[in-house]
């Protein structure tokens, strides 16, 4: 029986890349921040803290 890997679309920088241009378009957005300020806070925070912590494992 094989094991089937699964296939990654994108790569993890790509990924990371399409995760910041949506966080980006959400921040500009008056009806996103008005409605998920807290949300898109925490996202944007917790995502920098990711690609801060890939820094220092590279």
Known sequence: MQKNTPSSRFSRDEFCDLIDTR????????D???Q???VLA??????EAF???????A
Do not use: G, H, T, V
Request: no cysteine; net charge positive.
């Open 42 to 47: 925490a996202l944007r925070s917790s995502f």
């Open 32 to 34: 996103a921040r008005r």
């Open 51 to 57: 690609q801060k912590s890939r820094l220092r494992q």
């Open 23 to 30: 966080l980006q378009q959400l921040e500009s957005s008056q």
């Open 36 to 38: 998920y300020a807290a």
